[in-house]
């Protein structure tokens, strides 16, 4: 089973597919990378495309993407909050188009799943991606993101069949 994982963003969106085993195994992952003086409406066509091209490339039997992330009282997050929401929505969209299931995650939950630890810094979750996927090289903090949600799923889908339990596609986790 093939894995699509999407750290959203409007200027940077990290990507990966990991497929399952024994030992989850990347398949390919990088970052999608605008400038940022491009509209963007413009950078989310361009990144809408780019998730319907690894969709028909790969075929994934599940997309898992993170959900964006605010605090209480932080209004200078707002904006950039917003503009993660509109990446996370033409991935549930290109998702949909294709029948593929999604699921979302938190980013706390991917980084107790993954580092053991839901308060891990982009430079833990870097190093535990590399170790548990058995890179040779530590990949771009992006990247590291999509890498550790297409685990996070991996191990909710194992849990999940170990406990004989099924995980429902599009509620929040």
Known sequence: ???????????????????????????????????????????????????????????????????????????????????????????????????IPVFTYSPAQVKLAVANYGAATKEQMQQSVTATLGLTEIPPADAADALSICLCHLMQEHAADVLGREISPGSER
């Open 1 to 99: 089973m093939l894995v699509l994982g999407i750290d959203p963003g409007t200027q940077h969106m990290g990507y990966a597919v990991v497929s399952s085993g024994t030992q989850p195994s990347p398949v390919d992952y990088g970052v999608v990378s605008l400038p940022s003086k491009m509209p963007i409406e413009q950078r989310l066509y361009q990144l809408h495309t780019h998730i319907l091209n690894m969709i028909a490339i790969f075929d994934p039997a599940a997309v898992a993407v993170e959900q964006p992330f605010v605090g209480k009282g932080e209004r200078q997050f707002i904006g950039p909050a917003i503009a993660v929401g509109q990446a996370q929505a033409l991935v549930l969209i290109g998702a949909a188009s294709a029948g």
